[in-house]
């Protein structure tokens, strides 16, 4: 079982940047692929960015593709949402999750067991 934390949202302005941390706590982080949801007021949750276990592949939704990136440091436990260019329709909730040994359908959110308690990002224009 994991343990998801996220970090580093805040108020930033249209254009800015903002770097999210999914930080996760056991010993076999390296077996989870981790995908970045989110989830703007009166909105359904929607996925963002995913990253896979084996190999590190990364897959994007085609609004944030070129401008967010994520990654993951399997030993410091922690997977991370670089977000460039920011607009106001980013504004939302951002939530982590992981599952272990996924190897496909990397954005359904009905797939992963593991979630963070989200990290509000607010991008005013």
């Known amino acids: 079982q994991v343990q998801l934390v996220e970090s580093g949202g805040g108020l930033v302005q249209a254009g800015g940047s903002l770097r999210l941390s999914c930080a996760a706590s056991?010993?076999?982080?390296?077996?989870?692929?981790v995908g970045w949801f989110r989830q703007a007021r009166g909105n359904e949750r929607e996925s963002v960015a995913a990253i896979s276990w084996i190999g590190s592949r990364t897959f994007y939704v085609d609004s944030v593709k070129g401008r967010f990136t994520i990654s993951r440091d399997n030993a410091k436990n922690a997977v991370y949402l670089q977000m460039n260019s920011l607009k106001p329709e980013d504004t939302a909730v951002y939530y982590c999750?992981?599952?272990?040994?996924?190897?496909?359908?990397?954005?359904?959110?009905?797939?992963?067991?593991?979630w963070g308690q989200g990290t509000q990002v607010t991008v005013s224009s």
């Open positions: 056991g010993p076999t982080f390296s077996s989870y692929a």
């Open positions: 999750a992981a599952e272990r040994l996924k190897r496909k359908d990397w954005f359904q959110e009905s797939e992963y067991h593991y």
